[in-house]
């Protein structure tokens, strides 16, 4: 019996490696990329579904350190695009994930039972619901697999694996030691062109689809690395003069993107970092910001002037690309922002409790923009960008319910992640939960402007990040530092 098992192994494997052979030829000889691309991904494969199955581990933390490098293909067919080797890894880890909870594996009941993941439930429960009730069932099935995928592996996954001061340290090192290559490869692409705005959009090709999601991705790590210059330079798992390194970088990372919701979140968190130092209470921070919207609205008027009469176009003067975020008389990027906006409200409107349905934005917006409001780039055929919102985006493809759910999330992570700053007695802890919301508060503030959370390179950061404040949270937030 064991001759024969043997002898079938030996054949099947024969079988196997001639397929491979067969396939290798035809990748030469052919000139079709994705039949190269298969020759060379499918060893890889094989590589992948060992790791994860034996060391998951290794191949969580292998994951975040190819997702920067991952090549983004637009197009591989009927307009869809993958990130190759990362949404594979991912897709394949939730798969396997799904398989483990079926047979009995169980995540931590401390991370289950947290608020934050609570509200991450009840957010896709109701993009499952709107999904049923979608307006494109396809479309939103597709999108709310990929979201939960990202939710399985970045968030419940990375919590389970690296919730730890030393785990969240080496995703953070990891994830910024390959973008840090991605960084200088677009740094010496747009030197090229002497580091004009003209071309931002396409030198971090093929790594990243456009500078607006490079530059969000550079500032969400960029906090932690300046959190790491103020720690013991004798500390083995943050390093002071290795970050002091790699800081540079990310500054001219975040610089030269030319995304101006980029700088505009960078320069907002400064007032995060300060109250955090300061370990103002939640009430003041509350009072404070509806004083300031109250002043807002009364010089409501003199602002909207002022706005209104800034014709300041994007430009490869970093000043003036600047002044250009409130121009909204002659700049096509802000106006078509501003239609795509009204277009995302207006689906609301129509649809206030279910929305379109998860990811059709893009397929229904057409018929909802306003003449008036439409530019030389506005298009009616879906193919230029969606909504330009994480927020918008809930609200008008899964409703109410679903913006206030997402809203839930940023929410109580904010006030979890500020509560371990305030009450943790370990310095270093609060450094690292401090890095971590402000991480997290560049894209809360970029989200304003774009989406990215459909993407693995910006998915692994938010979700994964998301996950670190429930951990450490759970850890250190019971400790009795300072008054919350």
């Not at 494997?13 to 396939?23: D, F």
């Amino acid at each position: 019996m064991n001759r024969l098992v043997a002898h079938k192994g030996i054949i099947f494997s024969g079988l196997v490696i001639s397929l491979y052979a067969l396939l290798i030829f035809f990748a030469v000889y052919d000139s079709s990329l994705y039949l190269k691309i298969a020759a060379i991904g499918i060893p890889f494969l094989f590589l992948a579904v060992y790791l994860a199955l034996y060391y998951p581990y290794w191949y969580i933390l292998l994951l975040v350190v190819l997702l920067p490098l991952s090549l983004n293909l637009e197009d591989i067919g009927m307009g869809a695009g993958i990130s190759l080797p990362g949404e594979v890894m991912v897709m394949l880890m939730a798969l396997l994930m799904i398989i483990n909870l079926l047979s009995g594996y169980q995540f931590s009941p401390d991370i289950l039972r947290h608020p934050v993941t609570i509200a991450i439930g009840l957010n896709l429960l109701w993009m499952l619901i709107t999904s049923i009730t979608s307006t494109m069932p396809v479309i939103s099935a597709k999108y709310l697999v990929m979201r939960i995928a990202f939710i399985l592996v970045f968030y419940l996954f990375i919590a389970q694996i690296l919730g730890t001061v030393k785990g969240i340290t080496a995703f953070f090192w990891l994830y910024g030691a390959t973008l840090l290559i991605v960084i200088i490869y677009t740094l010496l692409r747009h030197a090229q062109f002497n580091f004009i705005q003209q071309v931002n959009a396409y030198v971090p090709k093929p790594f990243f689809k456009d500078h607006t999601i490079y530059g969000a991705c550079v500032a969400m790590v960029l906090p932690f690395f300046a959190g790491r210059v103020f720690m013991s330079f004798k500390n083995r798992l943050m390093p002071g003069p290795l970050a002091l390194f790699v800081l540079p970088f990310l500054l001219a990372g975040v610089i030269f993107s030319y995304s101006r919701a980029v700088w505009l979140s960078i320069a907002l968190i400064m007032i995060g970092a300060l109250v955090l130092i300061l370990k103002i209470r939640m009430k003041y921070l509350i009072g404070a910001l509806l004083l300031a919207v109250a002043i807002g609205f009364y010089y409501k008027e003199p602002l909207m002037y002022k706005v209104k009469n800034v014709q300041s176009e994007r430009g490869s003067d970093i000043e003036e690309h600047a002044s250009s975020i409130v121009n909204i008389q002659s700049s096509a990027s802000n106006k078509e922002r501003i239609n795509r906006w009204e277009a995302g409200l207006d689906m609301f409107f129509e649809k206030p409790v279910m929305g379109f349905g998860p990811g059709t934005y893009p397929f229904q917006y057409a018929r909802f923009q306003d003449k008036e409001l439409m530019t030389r780039i506005s298009t009616y055929f879906g193919d230029k960008g969606g909504v330009h919102s994480e927020y918008l985006k809930p609200l008008s493809e899964s409703g109410l319910p679903g913006f206030i759910s997402f809203v839930a999330i940023i929410l109580l992570t904010i006030t979890r992640g500020v509560k371990v700053v305030y009450n943790s007695k370990d310095r270093s802890v609060r450094i690292l939960a401090a890095t971590i919301i402000l991480g997290l508060t560049t894209y809360y503030i970029h989200g304003f402007f774009n989406f990215f959370l459909h993407t693995d390179k910006a998915a692994v950061l938010f979700w994964g990040m998301t996950a670190f404040i429930v951990t450490l949270d759970i850890k250190y937030g019971k400790d009795k530092n300072i008054s919350f």
